[in-house]
């Protein structure tokens, strides 16, 4: 298995643009996580689904931050309109449920918004 | 509120000086503690679980452990390809979700 895989692994893009990253899960997993990793506050959790449903958004930090499980083996975030604060890397990872096992994260998306 | 506290910040050492890394905890349950590695422009990557006290594991270098507040993560005679960022997180009762500590940035010199 290839892993979890996100793209692109760079973005740079204006203040204002739509930015989209794209996850594609470990086959067989069943949970999706998208985490947000700055300097300042380290890992944090944005959202993340369960069979393609949205468990807990608590940590999407405002409406121009969206996600989506369109199938059962990849996903999507969206920020509309960016800015410079959402520079950070943005991972998703993959767990198979119900077992209480470890996430398997992908090699994260750095974000440049200007 | 459930908190995960990694200590020190930044660690240097010496090639084959051993040391301990430190991850405490504040959470309603503990539904299992998890150790990661994250190198520079990489995801992290897994290297233990840990679910209840007194449990150990080890690997290679590495030896995590568990008691009811925290964890240390043990490196014994370490090389300098174990520099690298150690990430510790925990799994809340009734939740899927992983809470991270910020780190505990490692460097070894030979």
């Known amino acids: 298995d290839a892993g979890v895989i996100q793209s692109p692994r760079h973005e740079v893009t204006e203040m204002g643009q739509e930015v989209t990253l794209r996850c594609k899960l470990i086959s067989g997993h069943n949970s999706l996580f998208w985490y947000r990793q700055t300097m300042m506050r380290g890992l944090e959790l944005l959202i993340y689904f369960n069979n393609n449903v949205p468990i807990d958004d608590s940590g999407m930090p405002e409406d121009r931050f969206s996600a989506k499980m369109p199938n059962a083996s990849f996903s999507t975030l969206k920020i509309q309109p960016s800015e410079p604060r959402d520079s950070a890397v943005y991972f998703c990872?993959?767990?198979?449920?119900?077992?209480?096992?470890?996430?398997?994260f992908g090699q994260g998306t750095r974000l440049t918004v200007v | 509120e459930d908190q995960v506290t990694q200590s020190p910040e930044a660690l240097r050492l010496q090639e084959g000086e051993s040391s301990s890394l430190n991850c405490s905890y504040t959470?309603?349950?503990?539904?299992?503690l998890f150790w990661y590695r994250q190198d520079p422009g990489k995801g992290p990557e897994f290297l233990f679980t840990l679910y209840s006290a007194g449990e150990e594991k080890e690997k290679e270098r590495l030896k995590a452990t568990l008691t009811k507040k925290e964890s240390f993560l043990h490196i014994t005679a370490p090389k300098p390809e174990d520099s690298a960022t150690y990430l510790c997180?925990?799994?809340?009762?009734?939740?899927?979700?992983?809470?991270f500590g910020t780190g505990t940035r490692l460097l070894v010199s030979p």
């Open positions: 997180a925990v799994r809340i009762l009734g939740f899927q979700k992983l809470v």
């Open positions: 959470v309603s349950g503990l539904r299992g």
């Open positions: 990872a993959s767990s198979p449920i119900p077992q209480n096992t470890e996430a398997f």
